[in-house]
């Protein structure tokens, strides 16, 4: 795995690449500088647990013949104040997930996902607690 990255402007601008040629902006916050013209990078990494994590539902579940119409992830975290590096404190992650699903297969590849499989997960696990919830909505 390899990525490579560079700047785009004078301030705070990056464009990362991966070896398949696909790339995200990442910029600062502009109270240090930055111009919003893309994520925080600890933002990415929250985006990193939703990714991974909804890719494992999606396999565990076709897995479990569980109908899964739709998924929509939403993450929120809180930051260690006053420290440097302020790590994250906690994170929750909010699955909606979509279909005719049971709920206890639903909630089994949730925490398979979170507690063994997501890579993101696992890393961040040694800083920060990573909760979650859940809903399943009827198809629209």
Known sequence: MKISMERKNKAMHFVASNEDGNSIS???SPEIGGE????????????????CSSIDLVLFLKKMRQPLEDIKVSVSATRREGEVPSLFETITVDYQLFGD???AKA??????????????????????????????????
């Open 26 to 28: 990442m910029d600062g």
């Open 36 to 51: 919003n013209l893309g994520v925080r990078p600890m933002q990415l990494m929250l985006m990193g647990i939703a990714g």
């Open 101 to 103: 699903l049971s709920e």
């Open 107 to 140: 909630e089994k590849a949730i925490k398979m996902s979170l507690d063994q499989y997501c890579s993101v997960a696992k890393i961040i696990e040694h800083s920060a607690e990573i909760k979650y919830t859940f809903s399943i909505n009827p198809v629209i």
